[in-house]
């Protein structure tokens, strides 16, 4: 069992940044893929950014709307993952959540993920 609990949204102007986290408590975080997601008023939730599980060669994918603007990292220590997020653009805006796969196959799939956080809000204005 893992909870995952998001921080750092706020209000933003467009071609701020911001930094999101999710704090994970449970157990072997490590040995967990993890996720980011968003959801706009209206509209399906969305994939934007994964990270495989630590062990080996760690890799990332990004949705091509935030390719070079955000970056998704991950700090076993702390257990915590992150995504920082330049150049925000007010089609940023949304409900951002994150995810843990157990089966480290970095989706972009919602059902692929066992573990969702309850979401944390941005907001770009123009």
């Known amino acids: 069992q893992v909870q995952l609990v998001e921080s750092g949204g706020g209000l933003v102007q467009a071609g701020g940044s911001l930094r999101l986290s999710c704090a994970a408590s449970?157990?072997?975080?490590?040995?967990?893929?993890m996720g980011w997601f968003r959801q706009a008023p209206g509209k399906e939730r969305e994939f934007v950014a994964a990270?495989?599980?630590?062990?080996?060669?760690?890799?990332?994918y990004y949705a091509d709307s935030v390719k070079g603007r955000l970056t998704i990292s991950r700090d076993n220590a702390k257990n915590t993952v992150y995504l920082q997020m330049n150049s925000l653009k007010p089609e940023d805006t949304a409900v951002y959540y994150c995810?843990?796969?157990?089966?480290?196959?970095?989706?972009?799939?919602?059902?692929?993920?066992?573990?969702w956080g309850q979401g944390t809000q941005v907001t770009v204005s123009s």
């Open positions: 995810a843990a796969d157990s089966t480290n196959r970095v989706a972009t799939t919602t059902r692929t993920y066992d573990y």
């Open positions: 990270i495989s599980r630590s062990g080996g060669r760690t890799y990332s």
């Open positions: 449970g157990r072997s975080f490590s040995s967990y893929a």
